[in-house]
């Protein structure tokens, strides 16, 4: 049997605020070919809260971004600052099947 297509797509992305979180949660989903509604299904949370996330709300529970991004299949991998850097990198990793 064969298993479906999957590809897994790497890059780099400067995660600083949140709206760097909501940017990144809307491109994912899109990339994915989902609504908001059906994000939120998987995530157990309202359209309103996705809705929320994407607007970069600043008080989002960690732990429903978390869910969020693992709905979505995106790792995050925080690497720390080099002696004199004003920024971190975070590499975004996401794997799923094309629709």
């Known amino acids: 049997m064969m298993s479906p297509s999957v590809h897994t797509v790497r890059r780099n992305m400067l995660i600083r605020t949140t709206n760097d979180i909501g ?37 989002a529970e960690l732990v429903l971004v978390l869910r969020t991004l693992n ?20 590499a975004v990793e996401s794997g799923g099947s094309d629709r």
Request: cysteine-free.
């Open 23 to 59: 940017h990144l949660v809307r491109d994912q989903r899109k990339r994915q070919g989902l609504t908001q509604a059906e994000l939120a299904t998987r995530v157990g949370v309202s359209r309103k809260w996705i809705i929320e996330l994407e607007s970069g709300k600043r008080t």
């Open 71 to 90: 709905a979505l299949r995106v790792d995050l991998d925080a690497q720390p600052r080099e002696a004199g850097s004003a920024t971190s990198t975070v």
